[in-house]
């Protein structure tokens, strides 16, 4: 079964807003990680936050992680039409578990 | 750096068929995974390894073999291709031995089982 799922599954925004994206998991983590996917291509890692983080940047991204309500959001700003492309979340248990468990993303497109 | 290759990059299969799948990385990255993509279904990982020798089963590891004879290695073996195996096939690599961090995703095989 799938640990995380991100919210909305489609989302389509003008180029120059801003694109919020939620993940949601079940249950407790060693860190959340988001990828992107363009069409056709493999994942890209975006940013890794871990349990114990509330808030990372990097670029015009933003990841928040609230561990109390088991989710986490990702902010793209002044988006570009070459952000256009499927956004994933993925989660890791931590200790002797070495999997890491993907959504199913959501679908960001970012029209001109 | 290649980074993470995989081979091919297409395949059709008739059911019954066998085939391997290529992975290699040349970052010295200790650990290695397979996944599957579905549309719809996100990744779903199916085998992965903590280093040479090690291996061990994801979520769907039923109709898949692997081994890891070197660190630059991982080849995922289909032994009797189904049609339920038609998916884009990731090899994925990481440097932590720790856990699964920032994974270094290679190009994709689109594989059709006829």
């Known amino acids: 079964s799938q640990q995380g799922e991100e919210d909305p599954q489609a989302l389509s925004i003008q180029e120059g807003e801003n694109a919020t994206m939620n993940c949601s998991y079940k249950?407790?983590?060693?860190?959340l990680q988001w990828y992107r996917q363009n069409s056709g291509r493999g994942l890209v890692h975006l940013i890794l936050?871990?349990?114990?983080?509330r808030e990372k940047h990097s670029g015009r991204l933003r990841v928040t992680l609230d561990t109390s309500k088991k989710s986490s959001s990702l902010l793209i700003t002044a988006s570009r039409a070459a952000d256009t492309a499927s956004y994933f979340c993925?989660?890791?248990?931590?200790?002797?578990?070495?999997?890491?468990?993907f959504g199913k993303g959501t679908l960001l497109t970012v029209n001109p | 750096n290649a980074g993470v290759t995989q081979t091919p990059k297409f395949q059709v299969l008739k059911t019954g068929q066998s085939m391997t799948l290529q992975c290699a990385q040349d970052m010295n990255h200790e650990y290695m995974s397979w996944y599957r993509q579905d549309p719809g279904m996100g990744l779903r990982l199916i085998h992965y390894s903590v280093g040479a020798g090690i291996t061990d089963q994801g979520e769907v590891p039923n109709g898949y073999n692997v081994s890891r004879s070197t660190t630059e290695d991982f080849p995922l073996r289909l032994l009797s291709a189904a049609p339920s195996q038609t998916s884009v096939y990731f090899c994925?690599?990481?440097?932590?031995?720790?856990?699964?961090?920032?994974?270094?995703f290679g190009p994709g095989t689109r594989l059709t089982v006829l």
């Open positions: 993925a989660t890791d248990y931590g200790g002797s578990n070495y999997k890491l468990t």
């Open positions: 249950t407790s983590i060693n860190n």
């Open positions: 994925a690599s990481s440097p932590e031995l720790a856990g699964p961090d920032t994974q270094y």
């Open positions: 936050i871990r349990s114990n983080e």
